[in-house]
């Protein structure tokens, strides 16, 4: 089986974040697809097959992280998308059939891709004790993000707090379904992002994801709502950092990115 490891989400390499892409016949066992993925440590590993012709998609994908398979995962889509046009496996919009149901990826004509999913729910909540604590911050709201995301989304005072966050990641592993995310509005748009944000895993394995295409499902709402437009940019201010251009259109938000392949190679095992 060929591998790949893509960045997502930058047009760089050793940017952004970084996914396992696998093209299969089939897909194997889970044990086999978790035992990959633990191996590749990344965040996410996808694996894609493509499907019959005729139906309501033309490729199955299912993403893992070193420790469990999530719902949703926005890099690990893009990098497979990014794969299959590189490789000539796939031509135009591409369907993949998840456990989100169908997502639509489209290459653009700059050479970045858009991927069409579903716009997070958000749902104000009081903040749970000890979250304040175990960020080292006074979040001003709280939000659930539903079903899909399965994150906590909190906004912080400034941009700068979120950048200097040092969370205590044993104590946020104990909130929410599968993580937080930090936000706060940017300081100076002219810098060329709306937002910047922060997103911790550790429940599942990831003490602090790079960049989180399916958070921004989130936050796309979330700042346009605050900001009165549609299309705004996200930093992810992660130390690897990438930006996500978000596009809100009801209960679907378009995200666009790039990607680039830094290896490539045979699995053996």
């Given at each position: ?60 994908l299912?993403?893992?992280t070193?420790?469990?398979e ?7 889509t893009?990098?497979t ?13 591409v ?22 999913f ?41 941009e ?82 990438g ?27």
């Amino acid at each position: 089986m060929r591998i790949r490891i893509v960045d997502a989400f930058t047009d760089r390499p050793f940017a952004g974040n970084p996914a396992g892409v696998l093209l299969l016949d089939a897909f194997p066992d889970d044990d086999r697809l978790q035992d990959i993925a633990l191996e590749v440590n990344h965040a996410e590993t996808a694996f894609a097959h493509r499907l019959p012709e005729g139906g309501e998609a033309d490729w199955a994908l299912r993403w893992f992280t070193p420790a469990a398979e999530v719902d949703m995962c926005g890099h690990a889509t893009l990098a497979t998308a990014h794969v299959l046009y590189r490789s000539g496996a796939h031509e135009g919009p591409v369907r993949f059939a998840t456990r989100s149901g169908v997502l639509i990826a489209t290459p653009r004509e700059d050479g970045s891709i858009t991927l069409d999913f579903p716009t997070a729910p958000l749902t104000a909540v009081e903040l749970p004790d000890g979250v304040a604590e175990a960020l080292g911050a006074e979040p001003l709201t709280a939000f659930d993000t539903g079903p899909n995301v399965g994150d906590l989304l909190v906004e912080l005072p400034d941009e700068k707090t979120v950048h200097t966050l040092t969370p205590d990641l044993k104590a946020l592993a104990a909130h929410s379904e599968r993580g937080i995310i930090a936000t706060a509005r940017a300081e100076d748009p002219t810098r060329g992002y709306d937002f910047v944000s922060r997103c911790f895993f550790p429940r599942i394995g990831i003490d602090e994801d790079p960049v989180t295409g399916s958070a921004h499902t989130a936050l796309a709402p979330y700042w346009s709502e605050r900001l009165g437009r549609p299309d705004l940019t996200g930093l992810q201010a992660s130390p690897r950092s990438g930006c996500v251009r978000t596009e809100l259109r009801g209960d679907r938000t378009l995200l666009t990115g790039r990607a680039v392949t830094v290896i490539e190679g045979e699995l053996l095992a």
